[in-house]
């Protein structure tokens, strides 16, 4: 079984500019995660998909951050503009639809903005 | 909010056991974790605990949970140098997943 799909796995950026993150979840996961991870510290979720329904983006900086799930299978997180406190792993995780306690996570996109 | 707490770091010798403990706030929660995650890699489940339970082995691994107290801790036996990673405790609350800061665990020869 394939994992969960991340690309690009390191982007360098500048503040101001605009980046874009791609993951393809476990075929059959209806339930995707998007996960901020600064370093020092543990995932925070951003955004959590059902099939292509958002369940909760409360902790989602809105003004500058998107996500789609279209069709719901990839998905791709936005960020424009980046600001340097943006720079962390944004991981991708994927769960079964029989149940959420166990998320597969992707490697992850190391963000860097300068 | 949901707060999971952790202490950052954690040496031992290989062949020793390991205890890593988490302490969290709310009690509604279903469902408890711990993940792994090794450099450059994302998390992986290492084991789960129902919030109904208050121990689950498995093979190394050990998991206490009390209730009272909201106290989680993961023993791992015989601890090897392949077992140097960051453990995260981890837990499910409403379909919401909230994680730790993560421990160090440092495994020396």
């Known amino acids: 079984e394939a994992g969960v799909a991340q690309s690009p796995r390191y982007k360098i950026i500048e503040k101001r500019q605009s980046v874009a993150f791609w993951c393809n979840p476990i075929?059959?996961?209806?339930?995707l995660y998007w996960y901020q991870q600064i370093l020092g510290q543990g995932p925070k979720l951003l955004i959590q998909?059902?099939?292509?329904?958002?369940?909760?983006d409360s902790q989602l900086p809105k003004d500058r951050f998107s996500a789609e799930r279209l069709k719901g299978v990839d998905s791709t997180l936005k960020i424009q503009p980046a600001k340097l406190e943006d720079s962390a792993v944004y991981l991708c995780?994927?769960?079964?639809?029989?149940?959420?306690?166990?998320?597969?996570f992707g490697p992850g996109t190391r963000l860097t903005v300068t | 909010g949901e707060d999971v707490e952790q202490s950052l770091f954690l040496s031992v010798r290989e062949g020793d056991s390991s205890v890593i403990n988490c302490t969290y706030t709310?009690?509604?929660?279903?469902?408890l974790y711990w993940y792994k995650q090794e450099p450059g890699a994302g998390l992986q489940l290492l084991t789960y605990?129902?919030?109904?339970?208050d121990m689950k082995q498995d093979q190394r691994l050990t998991v206490l949970l009390n209730k009272k107290d909201k106290h989680l801790s993961l023993r791992i036996a015989d601890t090897q140098t392949g077992d140097s990673a960051i453990y995260f405790c981890?837990?499910?609350?409403?379909?919401?997943?909230?994680f730790g800061d993560g421990t160090t665990l440092t495994v020396k020869p």
């Open positions: 995780a994927s769960s079964s639809p029989l149940g959420s306690y166990e998320q597969y």
């Open positions: 075929s059959g996961h209806a339930t």
């Open positions: 998909f059902q099939n292509n329904g958002v369940v909760d």
């Open positions: 709310d009690s509604s929660s279903t469902y």
């Open positions: 605990i129902f919030s109904n339970m």
């Open positions: 981890g837990l499910l609350s409403a379909g919401k997943s909230t």
